[in-house]
């Protein structure tokens, strides 16, 4: 059974940065593709970065492009993402999703399986 856990969020000031984890369980974690999503409160979920297998290439949504960047600890079965120069719309819940089939389908992945969530606000 896959088992993804996020951690990380927190509140913090506008411009300010934040380091996402995703421990991951429960399958072989070095391949297939990873992604971080999010939901903001009255939107849809969107996707915000994904790496392929063993740490690249990545993908990154518009909005986030130069300042998050997504990695993955294949040693250690964790996906990171660093936020840095975060902003008021980045305020969502951010959500670690793997790759299975049938599941929402990004960057050429179907991303299957996901964690709880881990929150992140930002405040001006």
């Known amino acids: 059974q896959v088992q993804l856990v996020e951690s990380g969020g927190d509140s913090v000031q506008a411009g300010g940065s934040l380091r996402l984890s995703c421990a991951a369980s429960?399958?072989?974690?070095?391949?297939?593709?990873m992604g971080w999503f999010r939901q903001a409160p009255g939107k849809k979920r969107e996707g915000v970065a994904s790496?392929?297998?063993?740490?690249?290439?990545?993908y990154y949504a518009d909005l986030v492009k130069g300042r998050f960047t997504i990695t993955r600890d294949n040693t250690n079965n964790t996906l990171y993402l660093q936020m840095n120069n975060l902003k008021l719309d980045d305020t969502a819940m951010y959500y670690c999703?793997?790759?299975?089939?049938?599941?929402?389908?990004?960057?050429?992945?179907?991303?299957?399986?996901w964690g709880r969530g881990t929150q992140v606000s930002v405040f001006s």
């Open positions: 999703a793997s790759e299975g089939h049938g599941g929402t389908s990004m960057w050429g992945c179907s991303f299957a399986y």
């Open positions: 429960g399958y072989s974690y070095s391949t297939g593709c």
């Open positions: 790496i392929r297998d063993g740490g690249g290439p990545t």
